[in-house]
């Protein structure tokens, strides 16, 4: 169990810009959760995928987020024109199937200046 | 999903023993009682989960009466290291999705 890996763990970005972010999930790991956080709040749901399929999207997910997991592996999140409400913890978890406890990895520090 | 209500803050000693409630009086039937730990500039950590009773795990023992409509993370014999959020989620396991809703959590604070 090598645990969840997120890629980078720092961005700082300039308004307007876009950024990805990548996640590799525990290897047997078929659920892949895509949450928010910003300073003082707990994490928020923005998505989640079952194997390659994304199932389910928050409304906080506007049109300028998009995720992807190819081939039921590791998962990026983009966030296009980024903008300074944007800034925040973006933390990425796996878990073995329904029902299974998530696995969190330490996330990346996204700053948009 | 139920919503939970926490204290926001918590402090205590080393070597104490610490009891973290969590409200959660519309807990639905299919709902389980999950904790997570977070530490600053990290992800949140699995602590325990529970239905009804007690649960005890290395870690931490979980108490739900039998209306459910609370809880209490029982942390024994704190250490500097405990210092972290705790934060208590209600959701449905054995469904087809698990969206976990986190509140803002209690800030625990252990000192020497």
């Known amino acids: 169990d090598t645990g969840v890996s997120q890629d980078p763990r720092h961005k700082i970005t300039k308004r307007g810009q876009n950024v990805t972010f990548r996640c590799d999930p525990i290897?047997?790991?078929?659920?892949l959760y895509w949450y928010r956080q910003t300073l003082g709040q707990g994490p928020e749901f923005l998505t989640y995928?079952?194997?390659?399929?994304?199932?389910?999207k928050s409304r906080l997910l506007s049109d300028r987020f998009s995720a992807e997991r190819p081939k039921g592996s590791f998962s990026t999140l983009e966030i296009q024109r980024t903008e300074q409400g944007d800034s925040a913890m973006y933390l990425c978890a796996s878990s073995l199937g329904a029902g299974e406890k998530l696995f969190f990895g330490s996330g990346t520090q996204l700053s948009v200046l | 999903l139920a919503k939970t209500t926490q204290p926001i803050s918590m402090d205590s000693y080393e070597g104490q023993e610490v009891n973290i409630t969590c409200s959660h009086n519309n807990i639905a039937t299919n709902d389980y009682i999950t904790w997570y730990q977070q530490f600053p500039s990290q992800g949140p950590r699995f602590i325990i989960q529970g239905y009804k009773t007690k649960v005890t795990n290395e870690v931490a023992s979980l108490f739900i009466p039998a209306d459910r409509k609370s809880s209490t993370l029982s942390l024994p014999r704190v250490s500097l290291s405990d210092t972290a959020v705790y934060y208590c989620l209600v959701g449905e396991v054995n469904t087809g999705f698990q969206k976990l809703v986190f509140g803002t959590g209690t800030r625990l604070l252990v000192s020497p």
């Open positions: 995928f079952q194997n390659e399929a994304q199932l389910e």
């Open positions: 290897s047997e790991h078929n659920r």
